[in-house]
């Protein structure tokens, strides 16, 4: 049995900045499933909101969260994370991310405005400011003596005092699988944090990485914590379309620039958005990606086209270099050609709950960034917002953390590695893995009915006991961990979008099209 003070399960931006936040005074160990960049906070592009320019106030900052919210926030947590912001922005300054600075005066931050937003405050490093941030911290990580990274160690499950059969339920560390060399070691922990990010691969397009399988959701839920607003996923309205191309992002900008929305050259190539919303393809995100979904449904399409052919070809190139290039490499030239995208899975608003210091109501147990339901997103992700909530929250927690009193680490029984049985149909695994992300696509996804979400409970109850029965059967994989947290994820979703009777945010019901008047989160007890 491996011991640590703090136990962090994921690498991303929450994960990363807690063990730092905690490393001067702990001996942290922190824990990823693949390498240490694997994450959506390497992905992230535009960048990180904060209120710094001299016009912007934080007042407006949390009028804009709560508009976006769709009345849902908290607005403690929302007053909390924006007056956190300028303070989490100058520690990554001093862990020495390259942040744009102004043209003309290299003291000034350089801050875009994005969509929701009533001033510019966004920092970032060009396009790719996940990139830029995530390197400079795993440069501070590795270097650092109290901290031990173990890569290719997926996380199986928590080791709760209720498991241990103790009368309370503190959280003292999890068993984890070696992606290596398959075997399975227990770490013991004062405290645990799961940093482990969204859920994005429970629908079959998605903008996430791989490693986005609601694994902390499903821990979290299984050791006995709250779960709450797993409804509100927030789609990205234009992933690319192409067997090539995993969750690929087709930038907001192109529609910014001019880029029309249009239906299929054998649909008759029309324009479809002025038959949904005045504003067209300027339309919010969740409209646009609500419309798009509509004709794919109506005409039994596999995508749309996004056509900005109408612009010069240079002015294109010099526009969007990056999503020239990534579409010529698969053989798409967007200068002569629409592009073909789908809506896609970007952002997991809901999680398990936690408080103003990260902690879950399981004692002990920490839950930072997208895992999470701080109550900062309500009913919709304000962008660039969730970046900051990893660093406002994981910073909260290491002092919360620090203010506990220690406990000891009982002693954790090991691993019941008497499973050794391969699995005689691997085949089940990829063929429940695609049948679940394309039933939650189908059923589950931008709109929804009653009647889809019972048809997707009724497929997800088959499921959860055909892969309950394999789990306890057979030897354990990365992948069979990883689709029982997606099915139990999925069970999450479903069973809070049927508890919601109103359309609000990014849950949208044809059965219950208006907004109640009472904004109230859907909390599911353990
Ligand atoms: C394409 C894209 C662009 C985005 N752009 C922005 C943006 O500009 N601004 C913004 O604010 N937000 C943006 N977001 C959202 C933002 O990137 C995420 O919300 C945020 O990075 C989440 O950080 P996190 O640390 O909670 O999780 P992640 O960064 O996803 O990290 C999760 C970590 O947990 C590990 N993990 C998961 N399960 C296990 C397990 N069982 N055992 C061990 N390890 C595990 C993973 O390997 C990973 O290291 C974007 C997201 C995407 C996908």
Known sequence: MKKCDVLIIGSGLAGMSLALHLAETRQVILLTKHELLDAASAWAQGGIAAVLARDDSTADHIHDTHIAGAGLCRDDAVRFVVEHGRRAIEWLIAQGVPFDRDAGNAEVLHLTREGGHSHRRIVHAADATGRAVQKTLVEKLKSHPNIEVIEHHIAIDLITGRKLGMKDNRCHGAYALDNKSGEVTTIGARF????????????????????????GIAMGWRAGCHVANMEFIQFHPTCLYHPLAKSFLISEAVRGEGGLLRLPASHGGQRFMPWHDERAELAPRDIVARAIDFEMKKRGLDCVYLDITHKPADFLKSHFPNIHARCLELGIDMTREPIPVVPAAH???????????????????????????????????????????????????????????????????????????????????????????????????????????????????????????????FRITNDLI????????????????????????????????????????????P
């Open 192 to 215: 645990t944090a799961l940093a482990t990010g969204g859920a994005g691969k429970v629908y079959l397009y998605t903008t996430n990485p791989d490693i986005a399988t609601g694994d």
């Open 347 to 473: 952002y997991t608003c809901g999680g398990v709950v936690a408080d103003l210091d990260g902690a879950t109501d399981v004692p002990g147990l920490y839950a930072i960034g997208e895992v999470s339901c701080s109550g900062l997103h309500g009913a919709n992700r304000l962008a660039s917002n969730s970046l900051l909530e990893c660093l406002v929250f994981s910073e909260a927690a290491a002092q919360h953390m620090a203010k506990q009193h220690t406990h000891d680490i009982p002693g954790l029984p090991e691993w019941d590695a008497s499973r050794v049985t391969d699995a005689d149909e691997e085949v089940i695994i990829s063929h429940n893995w695609d049948e679940l992300r394309r039933f939650m696509w189908d059923y589950v996804g931008i709109v929804r009915t009653n009647k889809r979400l019972e048809r997707a409970q009724h497929r997800i109850q088959l499921l959860k006991s055909e892969i309950n029965e394999y789990y306890a059967n």
């Open 482 to 525: 990883e689709l029982r947290n997606l099915v139990q994820t999925a069970d999450l979703i479903v069973r809070c979008a049927l508890e919601r009777k109103e359309s609000r945010g990014l849950h949208y019901s044809l059965d219950y099209p208006a907004i109640l008047p009472e904004a109230r989160d859907t909390v599911l007890s």
